[in-house]
């Protein structure tokens, strides 16, 4: 089982920066593709940036490319959302979450790819 904790959430003005991070629990990191998604309010959740296992395939939202980087550092069980010149529309609780493919090469986005879960840290931003 992979457990899930995000981090780095906060309140940011407009064209600020944040980076979010996810820690994870046990063994089987490393294998798997991870994925961040974020649910604004009144919204469905959606696909923002996602990262093979080996970290060196990505892919990107349309609405983010250019301004988040997804990135992992395996020796620390730990997955990267920075996020750059932030808009209001940014503002979510964004999720972090694991594919559950082990060594795929591919990049996965679509949310039935992603068994495993965190509970979201909330990023506002001001205009």
């Known amino acids: 089982q992979l457990q899930l904790v995000e981090s780095g959430g906060g309140v940011v003005q407009a064209g600020g920066s944040l980076r979010l991070s996810c820690a994870a629990s046990?063994?089987?990191?490393?294998?798997?593709?991870m994925g961040w998604f974020r649910q604004a309010p009144g919204k469905e959740r959606e696909f923002v940036a996602a990262?093979?296992?080996?970290?060196?395939?990505?892919y990107y939202a349309d609405s983010v490319k250019g301004r988040f980087t997804i990135s992992r550092d395996n020796t620390k069980n730990t997955v990267y959302l920075q996020m750059n010149s932030l808009k209001p529309e940014d503002t979510a609780v964004y999720y972090c979450?694991?594919?559950?493919?082990?060594?795929?090469?591919?990049?996965?986005?679509?949310?039935?790819?992603?068994?495993?879960w965190g509970q979201g840290t909330q990023v506002t931003v001001s205009s």
């Open positions: 979450a694991a594919d559950g493919i082990y060594y795929s090469g591919n990049v996965h986005y679509s949310e039935a790819d992603f068994p495993f």
């Open positions: 046990g063994r089987t990191f490393n294998r798997y593709g």
């Open positions: 990262v093979n296992w080996s970290g060196e395939n990505t």
